[in-house]
């Protein structure tokens, strides 16, 4: 099992910035990926970064150029530093971690999510 705990959501302006951070805890494996995921009301969830152990990164085209993802390995921590936030940032930000066991065994855990709102 593991647990994602999220923390550093909350109100920004247009244009500001916010760091989310989320720290795993638990029996975690040497291959996975940490990701972020966000849901608007009345929206599907989707993948906003992902990050493998290997340090290798993928975004969202709405976010490229304006979020970075990063990860501490030794914290078991993954990051999100967002920059130029726009309201259509605005939604709950979920952590999520997958996995796969020395067995190949696949496991997937999500955080319970923190919202983000973007508004003057």
């Known amino acids: 099992q593991v647990q994602l705990v999220e923390s550093g959501g909350g109100l920004v302006q247009p244009g500001g910035s916010l760091r989310l951070s989320c720290a795993a805890s638990?029996?975690?494996?040497?291959?996975?990926?940490l990701a972020w995921y966000r849901q608007a009301p009345g929206k599907q969830r989707e993948l906003v970064a992902a990050?493998?152990?290997?340090?290798?990164?993928n975004y969202a085209d709405s976010v490229k150029g304006r979020f970075t993802i990063s990860r501490d390995n030794a914290k078991n921590t993954v990051y999100l530093q967002m920059n130029i936030m726009k309201p259509e940032d605005t939604a709950v930000y979920y952590c999520?971690?997958?996995?796969?066991?020395?067995?190949?065994?696949?496991?997937?855990?999500w955080g319970q999510g923190t919202q983000v709102t973007v508004s003057s």
């Open positions: 999520n971690c997958r996995q796969t066991s020395t067995l190949g065994y696949k496991f997937e855990y």
């Open positions: 638990g029996t975690i494996f040497s291959i996975n990926v």
């Open positions: 990050i493998a152990n290997g340090g290798s990164t």
